[in-house]
């Protein structure tokens, strides 16, 4: 029996492409609607996705002239699309750093009460600079205390989600009883950076509590994503760092005495599907010329923490050393060792490199036929890259129409993804444990 891959749809702007936005066949509603985004989920819904996930920063981007850098607060949207679903996962992006825990942990509790038990949370401690200069003094908090606040932060979270057991509310009309007081604790925290007593004071949910998901991929950020989360979200651009990355959180899962298969390994993967081979490159083509190179550059350079790139010439070859070295970086530091390993394998030159990177940020990019979508994600599933796919769709929501129609069934024909849903909660649909 095939392992049943897991996939979730990352909604981002009209779409993953850089130039997504100006493109004929994205959607023609505003990106503060919330229709267009319950129309997503519910299209993701009919095509049997596991989950929908809203990423989040905490800033606008310098290049809205250019470029659409505005949308929903996340944990906002979830709420109204949860009444416009009813089976799939909802994943929000919020902030270990610029959030309380008390606060974050009670929104995420209600909107698992709301859903129904299908809330997940992407564990982020927001490795942008601008995001900095919204909150306390300004500056930026680094990356290992970042990391440390983050570690703090999920213990206490995870403490004021057990501080209810299951069966705490009694609502007993004639007792004149309505919770079981010994069923419900504070936790008492006192740590280095929080102090919380709790109890929370919204009951458990469906589900226990939401599911814990993780995207950073340094190593702090894997030793924390072995340790709490119960899905990683990671970017690569080619088929041998996936699997690199899916063998070693495998092996620190289980060194945390955590079994393999509560901790699912989903990388990117932003497919331009055609009819045949001819078209989808075509497709690409025609959405890479849309895209304004300079748009990239500032992009590139806010992962960097703001480095300046602006002397570099558009058609000179790169070499590893036009950048800052990944490990000094306290932004995006993962994903700028994704960018500066590609420039040491192929040595593009900047305009290539950001052609590239505006497919789908570093993520894993591929135009080809369904079958060809098919083939490809099977491979990964088989052969140790992945669990399932973070399917970042170049144009919304026209190539999620096209992944559904054409490659769904593919994939179900060859018994690698469900023809139905097989429970109700986001812990059902990707078969985790309750807490
Ligand atoms: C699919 C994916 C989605 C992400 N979404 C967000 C996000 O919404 N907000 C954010 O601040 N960081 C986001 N990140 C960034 C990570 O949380 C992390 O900061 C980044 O990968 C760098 O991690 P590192 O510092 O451990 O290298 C995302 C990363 C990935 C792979």
Redesign the pocket.
Known sequence: MPKHMILNL?IHGRGHHEAAWRHPKASPLPLSHIQYFQGLAQRAEEGLFDSIFL???LALGPDVDSAPRTWLEPLTALGAIATATSKIGLIA?A?TTYTEPYNLVRQLASLDHISNGRIGW?V?????VPAAGNYGDGAQVS?DIRYAKAREYIEIAKALWASWDADAIQDDRAAGRYARADGIRPINHKGEYYAVTGPLNVPQSRQGRPVLI?????E??RDFAATHAEAI???HLEKAAAQAFYTDIKARVRQKGRAEDQALVLP?FSPMIGSTEAEAERLTREINDLADPEVGRTRMSGRFGGHDFSHLPMDTPLSPEDFPDPDTVQA????TAVIVDLVRREKPTLRQLLSKLAGARG?FTFAGTPDQVADLMQDWIEDGAADGF?LMPPVLPYMLDVFIDEVVPILQKRGLFKTEYQGDTLRDHYRLNMP
């Open positions: 990352f990423a989040d920063q992006t902030s992407n982020v401690t927001s490795w942008s990356h993780q995207a950073g991929s340094s702090t950020g979200f990671t970017a990117g995006a530091r993962s994903r993520h973070n």
